[in-house]
């Protein structure tokens, strides 16, 4: 599941528009997408982090809310 940072929307991650190809930042894959409700654009980044063995996930907003 990827939350919307902007308005709380929660959803598949096939939900949220991919707006380009997902690429590497260290051990995450990054991919910037849309939101479906608002219109809000953000990096969703998600990996498993190789200290902790455990899957690691967060998102950065990419513009201010509209
Ligand atoms: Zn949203």
């Excluded at 919307?4 to 991650?13: H, K, Q, V």
């Excluded at 894959?29 to 409700?37: A, D, E, Q």
Aim: aromatic share 16%; proline share 9%; glycine share 8%.
């Amino acid at each position: 599941m990827v939350k919307c940072p902007y308005c709380g929307y929660e959803a598949d991650l096939k939900k949220f528009k991919l707006l380009r190809e997902p690429w590497k930042f260290r051990f995450y894959t990054v991919r910037m997408l849309k939101c479906p409700k608002c219109g809000g654009i953000f990096n969703y980044y998600v990996g498993i982090s190789p200290r902790t063995g455990e899957k690691s996930e967060y998102v950065i907003r990419r513009n201010p809310k509209p």
